[in-house]
């Protein structure tokens, strides 16, 4: 297992832009994929980004594409969350996460996770 540790979060309006952060403890490239979350209380986990760690090909929710940018730093074993032209809905608490292997490709990626850090609050106002 790798420990995951988010930062960056903080609150903007509308329009801002903020760089979210996710140091791991160990090897990122042990995950064949990892992911970004996140989820507003009473709503459900929505998988907003996906890296695969091998290829570093991207996949993008619908509602973010275009505006957010996944991205991998191997020799700081971090990975980064790149958001602009945020809204208001994009206001939650955010987590990235080793994706199990199985669920690489599948939409329904957030139904299985390795790993998940504790999450770094986004504020869009």
């Known amino acids: 297992h790798v420990q995951l540790v988010e930062s960056g979060g903080g609150s903007v309006q509308a329009g801002g832009s903020l760089r979210l952060s996710c140091a791991a403890s160990?090897?990122?490239?042990?995950?064949?994929?990892m992911g970004w979350f996140r989820q507003a209380p009473g709503e459900k986990r929505e998988g907003v980004a996906k890296?695969?760690?091998?290829?570093?090909?991207?996949y993008y929710a619908d509602s973010v594409k275009g505006r957010f940018t996944v991205s991998q730093d191997n020799a700081k074993n971090t990975l980064y969350l790149d958001m602009n032209s945020l809204k208001p809905e994009d206001t939650a608490m955010y987590y990235c996460?080793?994706?199990?292997?199985?669920?690489?490709?599948?939409?329904?990626?957030?139904?299985?996770?390795?790993?998940w850090g504790r999450g770094t609050q986004v504020t869009v106002s």
């Open positions: 996460a080793a994706v199990c292997r199985l669920y690489c490709y599948s939409d329904h990626w957030t139904e299985c996770l390795d790993d």
């Open positions: 160990g090897y990122i490239s042990s995950s064949y994929c």
């Open positions: 890296i695969y760690t091998g290829s570093g090909s991207t």
